[in-house]
Nanobody, 123 residues
């Protein structure tokens, strides 16, 4: 399985970005997908996840109301729409595929990781 993340960049506070993660290699629609991020000097942390069908989503508290995760199983792609970006959102963002149909916010239940895409938000 390969996960290819894209869409990162340098933006100003208050701007928006949309990350995409294209999956190939196996049945994408059977598994939950997630986005995690790692800021400089910090551990990787959970951002958002979506179950296999898209009917259930979960967000980390600091991004609730600003970020939206979605998926298109026909295109084998998961998205992260990020609005009202803040400097503290600056990080490398990773998409990930869970082992199961439902996510758990747990990095130890991730089967595959994407390569990461840099998001930098200036103040």
């Amino acid at each position: 399985v390969q996960l290819q993340a894209s869409g990162g960049g340098l933006v100003q506070a208050g701007d928006s970005l949309k990350l995409s993660c294209a999956a190939s290699g196996r049945a994408f629609s059977n598994n939950a997908m997630g986005w995690f991020r790692q800021a400089p000097g910090k551990e990787r942390e959970f951002v958002a996840e979506i179950n296999w069908s898209g009917s259930s989503v979960t967000y980390e508290d600091s991004v609730k109301g600003r970020f939206t995760i979605s998926r298109d199983n026909a295109k084998n792609t998961v998205y992260l729409q990020m609005n009202s970006l803040k400097p503290e959102d600056t990080a490398v963002y990773y998409c990930a595929s869970y082992r199961r149909a439902w996510g758990s916010r747990n990095q130890y239940e991730i089967s595959y990781w994407g390569q990461g895409t840099q998001v930098t938000v200036s103040s």
